[in-house]
């Protein structure tokens, strides 16, 4: 997931705080910040942050229909198919 000129140590980031801020905000890729040289934090600009919180999110409740669906036995696709029909929809 990060390329070798994502990763940065948290002394570099520290040292050069605004360059770190600035390259973060125009590639909107997350970067992973070491301590020792171990991993130890990922920083990324908000609104990328945010794109990856609603994507989760909407992941999440897609897990949460697909689980309650198969407890009652439908599929997820039979439920999609006649809830869109319902409201009108074209797929």
Same mark, same amino acid.
């Given at each position: 997931?990060?390329?070798?000129?994502?990763?940065?140590?948290?002394?570099?980031?520290?040292?050069?705080?605004?360059?770190?801020?600035?390259?973060?905000?125009?590639?909107?890729?997350?970067?992973?910040?070491?301590?020792?040289?171990?991993?130890?934090?990922? +920083?990324?600009?908000?609104?990328?942050?945010?794109?990856?919180?609603?994507?989760?999110?909407?992941?999440?409740?897609?897990?949460?229909?697909?689980?309650?669906?198969?407890?009652?036995?439908?599929?997820?696709?039979?439920?999609? /198919?006649?809830?869109?029909?319902?409201?009108? +929809? /074209?797929?």
């Amino acid at each position: 997931m990060f390329s070798s000129n994502n990763i940065h140590t948290i002394t570099e980031f520290s040292r050069n705080t605004a360059e770190h801020l600035k390259r973060l905000a125009a590639s909107k890729q997350p970067e992973l910040y070491t301590h020792n040289g171990k991993p130890s934090v990922v +920083i990324q600009d908000a609104e990328s942050y945010e794109r990856m919180a609603e994507l989760a999110d909407y992941a999440d409740s897609l897990l949460k229909i697909r689980q309650a669906l198969s407890e009652q036995g439908r599929s997820l696709e039979s439920f999609t /198919e006649e809830f869109e029909q319902s409201m009108g +929809i /074209e797929a």
